[in-house]
């Protein structure tokens, strides 16, 4: 079956930017969509189709990618960007997450 | 504006079968393009994706739990169910329902979650 692997932890500086990689095979044949997390709360979709934003997510969420490796980009972190970040394909017709990378702003 | 809502028991007892609803509103499941998925997330654990049923009621579901999920859909009543058979403690956990926007390929909206707890 499809694996993503991810970081277990990102922690980044208040106002630097972070960013979170996500890795699979073939990954850049497939639409990546990355999934915010925050403690107690449901997920809220922040990039879908690689490098697209929801319109309510603000421009300091970017995503890319380059070769085997997605990446979501969080610049100038604030503290309410601490939360799990997802990312997520889809591969011959099924859904695959990732296992999660928990962001800590210090 | 999409809104979905998950309901179901919070308390299942080991061999039993549990059935959740997710029962939503501001689109149609007969509109093209259109699923609504289920996912699930075990405490303090990752997302992992259960099933998802499209407009024209194709049907996808987890390899490692094909055999245990149905899910179906109730158009009329803005409704889509899962069941899960012969239920484990290891099936504990948060369940959610998702639409997934057939133009973005992606699960746009979610549903707040409901917490159902495997235990005898």
């Known amino acids: 079956s499809y694996e993503l692997t991810q970081p277990l932890s990102v922690s980044v500086a208040l106002g630097q930017t972070a960013r979170i990689t996500c890795g699979g095979y073939?990954?850049?044949?497939?639409?990546v969509h990355w999934h915010q997390q925050k403690p107690g709360q449901a997920p809220v979709l922040v990039i879908y189709?690689?490098?697209n934003r929801p319109s309510e997510i603000p421009e300091r969420f970017s995503g890319s990618k380059s070769g085997s490796t997605a990446t979501l980009t969080v610049s100038s972190a604030q503290a309410g960007d601490e939360a799990d970040y997802y990312c997520?394909?889809?591969?011959?017709?099924?859904?695959?997450f990732g296992p999660g990378t928990k962001v800590t702003v210090l | 504006q999409i809104t979905l809502k998950e309901s179901g028991p919070t308390l299942v007892k080991p061999t039993q079968t549990l059935t959740l609803t997710c029962t939503f509103s501001?689109?149609?499941?007969?509109?093209?393009?259109?699923?609504v998925g289920w996912i699930r997330q075990p405490p303090g654990k990752a997302l992992e994706w259960l099933a998802l049923i499209y407009w024209d009621d194709d049907k996808r579901s987890s390899p490692s739990l094909k055999n245990r999920l149905t899910i179906t859909k109730d158009t009329s009543k803005n409704q889509v169910v899962l069941t899960l058979a012969n239920v484990d403690p290891m099936d504990t956990g948060t369940y959610y329902c998702?639409?997934?926007?057939?133009?973005?390929?992606?699960?746009?909206?979610w549903g707040q979650g409901t917490m159902v707890t495997v235990s005898s």
């Open positions: 998702a639409h997934r926007l057939g133009s973005w390929d992606a699960f746009d909206i």
């Open positions: 501001g689109f149609s499941l007969s509109t093209s393009g259109v699923g």
């Open positions: 997520q394909v889809w591969d011959s017709g099924t859904v695959v």
């Open positions: 073939n990954i850049g044949g497939k639409n």
């Open positions: 189709r690689d490098n």
